[in-house]
């Protein structure tokens, strides 16, 4: 049992290390990416105290390189997900009542496992298995995934500090259980500080928890369960399954146990599985708790007062870093007569420079998207902007999958505000851009708030506070992240909490105390110190 209230330590971002040339970290990653191209692993389910392998074995390979083989993953059935859950059941037997400080050790230390030794094989793995140069591995799945575990274990705290007041008396105390059940958690591929904590949020705070990461990121969620079982995880608390996401759900959303789902991924995916667990919600012991972000169509919109160069970088980099496979990512840009030709001349000048290929060659900016479905579906968006009247590609609209999925960073100019590309999510290295009467500011706004079912992120670009201002307040539910004069990418975990509304999602923002809220269970208690022995009240009393 506890004996003391204990500090933890500080809040504090993990320093994103630079990889310039003659730097240590620099040697580490490619020394790493080089042992990681000469070897081919078995990737198991780990299910219990045991790792799974199946005769069902699916080819890992790099996105920019996709005919060299990285490894096989072990693709689990519907009795796996059923053997994981009986295991998280069995783990939470003793995990439950661990007290509290016994749990954050176990993802402190795997924060320090990730920051010293794995570091470069953490690294090493999501730039090979999703194809993200140096600095964006660095900032995903070593920075923001360290970040995750470390400022969790302070936000907890925070949760356990949160105590209702007592009157004379009596002492009332709050307590936050653990979830009555399982969690099942479901990763996607783009980011790997995601894969990590959608489990171990839940996890952090009592809960079991059933994880499927998405198969085109299982190369690095291997690594992340090695990091776990190392930093002294009890077998069954993580179960990774590696199943279809629908064989899985057959499975789970039955479960009378299942007690929360913790998601990222597409809208209409989310939209399945909420309209399953209200289809099955009278088989759970509990109403479940259903945590997701989604996706965004995300804004850029810039005033006439605004810095051209700034607002070209801004675009640049929000829109074409990992090839515009962030949730985050601007897909759309909003600007002035005024600006338009400089913000052009600038971009243009910057893709002209841009590099894309492999992630070893550290010169390269843009690398690969993640898969052929992917690959497939931007360039059917791109093909259709080449043949629309409506349209004009303004740079790039090239692509290649003979080696690796390439996809040029392409912008495209829309003359119609509700051109397609304008309003679906594509999720690659393709920006549309709408120029507007520089004198229209204010009528754009309503165009750009009803234009697209999302509101996670967006941004605004201005010199002029009134502007800003007025932008900030009708904009108001267009973004669960909202930026002033920044790209709408890069949301860092305890300073800017992530998420969005509408279609984006149930805005429970990760890297909060908001999201570890919906992983608990509060129970109120009030003690009475000495117990009364008369029924009356003193109002029964005569005159």
């Not at 693709?75 to 053997?83: A, I, L, P, Q, R």
């Not at 993200?132 to 949760?159: G, H, P």
């Not at 059940?181 to 059933?210: D, E, H």
């Not at 549309?432 to 204010?442: A, G, S």
Request: glycine share 8%; proline share 5%; aromatic share 12%.
């Amino acid at each position: 049992m506890s004996i003391g209230i204990f500090d933890v330590p500080a809040l504090k971002n993990e320093p994103v290390k630079s990889y310039a040339p003659g730097s240590p970290e620099r040697a580490e990653i490619k020394k790493a990416l080089a042992e990681a191209r000469s070897k081919t692993i078995e990737i198991p389910q780990y299910i219990g105290s045991e790792e799974v392998y199946s005769q069902n074995k699916q080819k890992v390979a790099p996105p920019h390189d996709h005919q060299h083989v990285l490894g096989y993953f072990h693709e689990g059935t519907k009795e796996d997900v059923g053997k994981a859950i009986d295991a998280a059941l069995e783990a939470r037997k003793n995990w439950a009542t661990l007290t509290w400080e016994q749990r954050a050790a176990i993802f402190l230390k795997a924060a320090e496992l990730i920051a010293g030794p794995y570091r470069a094989e953490m690294n090493a793995a999501t730039m090979l298995g999703q194809s993200k140069n140096a600095y964006q591995a660095e900032i995903d799945s070593a920075c923001e995934i360290i970040d995750f575990l470390r400022l969790n274990v302070n936000f907890m705290r925070d949760i356990y500090e949160e105590q209702p007041i007592s009157s004379e008396g009596v002492w009332n105390r709050m307590e936050y259980r653990p979830l009555e059940g399982f969690i099942f958690a479901i990763t996607p591929f783009n980011f790997t500080a995601i894969a990590g904590n959608l489990p171990a949020a839940p996890a952090l705070m009592g809960n079991v928890v059933i994880w499927k990461p998405a198969f085109t990121q299982v190369y690095a969620a291997n690594v992340i369960m090695k990091v776990f079982k190392e930093a002294g995880l009890p077998d069954g608390v993580i179960n990774m399954v590696l199943v279809d996401g629908p064989v899985a759900g057959d499975v789970i959303f039955k479960h009378p146990d299942f007690s929360g789902v913790h998601f990222t991924g597409s809208t209409k995916v989310f939209q399945t599985i909420w309209k399953t667990i209200g289809e099955n919600i009278a088989a759970y012991k509990t109403f479940p708790r259903i945590v997701g972000e989604t996706g965004g169509k995300d804004f850029v919109l810039a005033h006439r007062s605004a810095d051209a160069k700034a607002v070209a970088t801004g675009l640049v980099r929000g829109a074409f870093e990992y090839q515009g496979q962030k949730c985050s990512a601007a897909s759309r840009a909003y600007i002035p007569s005024n600006l338009w030709e400089a913000v052009k001349g600038f971009m243009l000048a910057d893709l002209a420079e841009i590099k894309m290929g492999g992630v070893e060659d550290f010169s390269n900016f843009v690398n690969a998207v993640i898969d052929e479905k992917s690959f497939d579906k931007i360039v059917s968006y791109i093909d259709g902007a080449k043949s629309s009247a409506d349209t004009e590609i303004v740079a790039g609209g090239n692509f290649d999958k003979s080696k690796g999925y390439f996809v040029e960073p392409t912008v495209i100019q829309a003359f119609k505000p509700d051109y397609v590309t304008l309003c679906e999510e594509i999720f690659g290295p393709v920006l549309t851009i709408f120029v507007y009467d520089e004198n229209e500011f204010e009528q754009i706004i309503p165009v750009i708030d009803a234009t697209s079912p999302y509101a996670l992120t967006g941004a605004v670009f201005s010199k002029d506070r009134y502007a800003i201002e007025y932008a900030t307040r009708h904009l108001v539910n267009a973004a669960g992240n909202f930026y002033i004069n920044d790209k709408p990418t890069g949301a860092v975990v305890g300073q800017q909490p992530f998420g969005g509304a509408r279609a984006s999602g149930t805005n429970d923002k990760a890297g909060s105390v908001l999201n570890l809220l919906r992983w608990v269970s509060p129970r109120a208690i009030k003690e009475t110190l000495v117990s009364p022995k008369d029924y009356k009240y003193p109002f029964l009393s005569g005159e």
